[in-house]
């Protein structure tokens, strides 16, 4: 395996936005360097000083995520400093020199993974915990919308108050959402229906097989426990998404009286993709005082989905 082919490899989550967090480029990429030695990998990066640290990990197609981490710990400060945490992270901040004024250069380690027959490009071997096939129907002459819970398996995504997890609170909004509005004869379709480990591309591709007419990404927001002030809805969404994102974000804010934190552009993987309209909600804190305890209930997380469910339907004129 060569460093070209591992950086091919290498995607960012869902919810990472290049333009905010501020990676500039992939520096080198080290490889073991005698046969037989730990697969480990080192990857690194030229970000600016107020950069937020990173961690990589292994997906389940065998690609490489790199993703802040959770919660976002901006380099340089206590905690941070070289020190290796069990998701892999190992950034040390001016251990390889500035690049340039205002950057710096970050080594992050990949732990060792799985043997060579089942990384980047290899036709063998495939995750115990990956998503069943998916059988698509037929698209032309109706509506479609593929609902994409964020997360899922072994991400469970945000982790806020009381281990309130985003992963549970995604997928259960998600079938709240498609059941209304298939009730509204609208056929739906869920990226996944069930906790198991699911990368980003094969959310796209089903979205494009299915010639889907709208995507919609839901997801929970976070940030410091020692934040319980931070509350809120946001909607992001980029290119074609604006209107159905305006439409949707709309519909909650009314719907569910949730603070209002606007509507925004992001280069989220799932929205540049695609080549319907898309959008990602941030549908609350898990990590927020009023949210965490709206979203943990069952009859608030009914309400979402209702409101979400009139976003999609004004947006499609049903």
Do not use: C
Request: charged share 15%.
């Amino acid at each position: 395996m060569t460093a070209a082919r591992l950086q091919g490899a290498i995607r960012f989550p869902a919810k990472v936005d290049l333009d905010r967090l501020g990676i500039q480029s992939i520096s080198a990429i080290t490889l073991p360097d005698k046969a037989g030695a730990p697969a480990t990998t080192r990857i690194t990066l030229n970000v600016p000083t107020s950069a937020v640290d990173w961690q990589a990990s292994r997906g389940s197609d065998s690609g490489i995520i790199l993703s802040p981490t959770s919660p976002p710990v901006a380099l340089g400060s206590a905690g941070s400093s070289g020190s290796s945490s069990s998701s892999g992270s190992a950034s040390q901040p001016g251990a390889s020199g500035a690049s340039a004024a205002g950057s710096q250069l970050i080594t992050v380690i990949l732990p060792p993974g799985p043997p060579p027959s089942t990384l980047p490009g290899s036709s063998s071997g495939s995750s115990s915990g990956s998503a069943p096939p998916v059988n698509l129907p037929p698209t032309k002459g109706r509506l479609l919308v593929v609902i994409d819970p964020g997360h899922g398996g072994p991400d469970p995504g945000a982790v806020g108050r009381g281990g309130l997890r985003e992963t549970d609170v995604n997928l259960d909004i998600a079938k709240k959402l498609s059941q209304q509005l298939e009730a509204a004869g609208i056929q739906t379709m869920l990226t996944r229906t069930g906790e198991y480990d699911f990368d980003l591309q094969p959310r796209v591709d089903i979205a494009e097989r299915a010639n889907a007419s709208v995507f919609v990404s839901i997801h929970a927001n976070a940030i410091s426990l020692d934040r319980p002030e931070m509350n809120g809805v946001e909607t992001y969404y980029y290119s074609s998404g604006k209107q159905l994102a305006d439409t949707i974000h709309r519909n909650i804010i009314r719907g569910t009286r949730s603070i209002d934190r606007g509507v925004r552009t992001a280069r989220f993987y799932v929205l540049t993709q695609t080549s319907m309209p898309a959008v990602l909600l941030e549908t609350g804190f898990v990590t927020g005082a009023q949210d965490a305890a709206n979203l943990a209930n069952p009859t608030f997380r009914s309400q979402m989905a209702t409101a979400i469910a009139q976003g999609i339907r004004e947006y499609l004129g049903r």
